[in-house]
């Protein structure tokens, strides 16, 4: 099945600062790949998502880029603020074969220093 | 709208008991999803859960868990003769079909899970 790694598994920057998560994955399968935000005691939340005929998605102050050839995707915040602080996973499927089943990285916690 | 909830939110419970978790899907989903988040580890995939399909229990560790879902709604996780590694935090999550190759997922605020 496919494998998802994600680095760094902790990241602390400065609030303005840029902040990169990377995740690499198996199966070249995979086509669909979103980013959730998890706070702390809630269930982790959809912040952007990309496609495999896409290289690059931007949604305000996060992006996310994808290379195929390389199988590997990231997500870059930019201009943090403390409420960017939480754990970031990254997430790889094949749709619609496995119908939806969602292969996650291990997190990264983002913690954003005023 | 309401989004996806579950209960009890927290459940501490003796090794070797049976525990069941509930999970309220967002009204009009038909995909079900239950992953398990695990200590400093990622979501696991555990079962899914479409329409009138045949579920998909591929993720499941072992026969002490089974789930279910009646009426296309609201679902039901058991685990049987609990043991300690089966602490964790049990996320459910519903999604629409899969509209254009996209597949969001809404999840739950979780049930943790404790086995003394």
């Known amino acids: 099945g496919e494998n998802v790694e994600q680095h760094p598994s902790t990241l602390s920057v400065q609030e303005g600062d840029s902040a990169v998560i990377k995740c690499t994955y198996s199966?070249?399968?995979?086509?669909?790949f979103p980013w959730y935000k998890q706070e702390l005691g809630k269930g982790p939340q959809l912040i952007i998502d990309i496609r495999s005929n896409v290289g690059e998605k931007k949604d305000q102050r996060i992006a996310v880029t994808l290379n195929k050839t390389a199988k590997h995707f990231s997500l870059h915040i930019t201009e943090t603020q403390p409420e960017d602080s939480a754990v970031y996973f990254c997430?790889?499927?094949?749709?619609?074969?496995?119908?939806?089943?969602?292969?996650f990285g291990r997190g990264t916690q983002l913690t954003v220093w005023p | 709208g309401a989004g996806v909830s579950q209960s009890p939110s927290n459940k501490v419970t003796e090794k070797g008991k049976d525990v069941e978790l509930r999970c309220d899907p967002i009204?009009?989903?038909?995909?079900l999803y239950w992953y398990r988040q695990s200590l400093g580890q990622g979501l696991e995939f555990l079962i899914y859960f479409q329409g009138n399909s045949a579920p998909d229990k591929s993720g499941l560790p072992s026969d002490r868990f089974s789930a279910e879902r009646t009426g296309g709604s609201v679902s039901t996780l058991t685990i049987q003769r609990t043991q300690q590694e089966d602490s964790a935090v049990y996320l459910c999550?519903?999604?629409?079909?899969?509209?254009?190759?996209?597949?969001?997922?809404?999840f739950g605020p979780g049930t943790r899970l404790t086995v003394l």
């Open positions: 199966d070249s399968a995979s086509n669909y």
């Open positions: 997430a790889a499927s094949i749709l619609p074969s496995t119908l939806g089943r969602l292969y």
């Open positions: 009204s009009g989903h038909t995909a």
């Open positions: 999550a519903s999604s629409l079909a899969f509209a254009g190759g996209y597949n969001e997922q809404f």
